[in-house]
């Protein structure tokens, strides 16, 4: 063969990309590491579960040989990740679970530095303060939640998910997204309230967001609730978090609703760019 002819067929070679069929894809290439996929697999078979279960149980429930099931919830349960009940000897979810939720959702702890200021917010005005996340384009995920001393006091639990431009916090996302009225409109017929408010109304408070950087829902996403909410920029201008207080219809009047929205801007001013 002469030498053009060589580089011919070797300029052919490493042109030729193979099929879709004939590459190979590095991702998932590993074979799954079976005890931790059996581990998972009971772990979601209790939290599906809402009671404890015995070994043999778990075991038959999830085609898994009883030895092995009993060797993989001895791991579990020496690392508090569920508990075990010496008297029905029966296994259950446990705290180090919640622990690990919670510190996935608390964004590594970092909220914990702006607490005190948030509980001061909550005890100041006798309201509930939460903190959300956007996680993902149309859902927001609560982080936190501080209460005031008071006997009686809103309640929500961590982790609820909330359409993204309901109640204040959706209202002050929705003026510094700048989204149309016509996007606005489309989304409004689409959510659940307890008691809507007529779309102009709606787009009216939005706006009003452009005057004092807060919002507030009068007893329309739940009936009875009050809410004022600022939304909590990352060092590149986005919103990633919102703080909302939360209380009983009526609880405050207009002027402290104003206060108490210029407290939580001033704190969500504080935590701009640290998440």
């Known amino acids: 063969m002469t030498g053009q002819a060589q580089l011919r ?3 052919r070679a490493v042109g030729k990309r193979p099929r879709a069929s004939e590459r190979k894809s590095t991702v998932g290439a590993s074979p799954p590491v079976k005890p931790v996929v ?18 043999t149980n778990i075991a038959r429930s999830l085609n898994l040989n009883t030895s092995t099931c009993f060797n993989i919830l001895r791991t579990l349960a020496a690392e508090q990740v569920v508990d075990f009940n ?16 919670h510190s996935a959702l608390s964004d590594g702890g970092k909220i914990e530095v702006f607490r005190p200021a948030i509980e001061e917010i909550a005890q100041t005005y006798g309201v509930t303060v939460t903190l959300w996340k956007l996680m993902d384009r149309d859902r927001i995920v609560l982080l936190s939640v501080s209460r005031s001393g008071a006997h009686f006091h809103i309640q929500m639990p961590i982790g609820q ?9 959706g ?40 005057k004092r950087g807060w919002a507030v829902d009068q007893g329309n996403f739940a009936r009875g609730i009050t809410s004022v909410g600022a939304p909590v920029f ?32 001033a704190i969500s001013t504080d935590i701009k760019g640290f998440f």
């Open 86 to 101: 010496e008297t029905s000897k029966s296994y259950a979810i446990g705290l180090g679970i919640a622990q690990l939720a």
């Open 38 to 55: 059996n581990a998972l697999r009971i772990l979601k078979h209790l939290s599906a579960l809402h009671r404890p279960d015995n070994v």
């Open 234 to 265: 990352d060092r590149g201008g986005t919103i990633r978090h919102g703080l909302v207080a939360s209380m009983f219809q009526g609880q405050l009047n207009n002027e402290t609703l104003a206060r108490l929205g210029k407290d939580l801007v």
């Open 9 to 11: 067929q070797s300029k």
């Open 161 to 169: 998910r909330l359409p993204l431009f309901i109640g204040a916090f």
């Open 171 to 210: 209202r002050a996302l929705a003026f510094y997204r700048k989204i149309s009225k016509q996007e606005l409109r489309a989304y409004f017929a689409k959510v659940r309230w307890e008691n809507p408010p007529p779309f102009e109304q709606y787009w009216r408070d939005i706006q009003e967001v452009s």
